[in-house]
């Protein structure tokens, strides 16, 4: 991956992070990809966790 690549993927999951899309957030990992959440003691895999992982790392950030 080039440093132009992840910028662009760094930049896009700031943007949905802070516009709270959860839904747009889980498109820029791999499918394979894991959610190791240490703020909430949570391992999960992107997909089929992905808007409900999200939300929950969303809505911590919001408290």
């Not at 991956?1 to 760094?10: D, G, I, N, R, V």
């Not at 498109?27 to 939300?55: E, G, K, N, R, Y």
Request: charged share 15%; no cysteine.
């Amino acid at each position: 991956m080039s440093a132009t690549t992840f910028h662009t993927l760094a930049d896009a999951l700031i943007t949905a992070t802070n516009a709270f899309d959860a839904d747009n957030a889980v498109t820029l990992f791999a499918p394979d990809a894991v959610i190791d959440d240490l703020s909430t003691a949570t391992v999960s895999t992107v997909m089929p966790a992905s808007a409900t992982t999200w939300s929950v790392i969303l809505s911590d950030i919001t408290r």
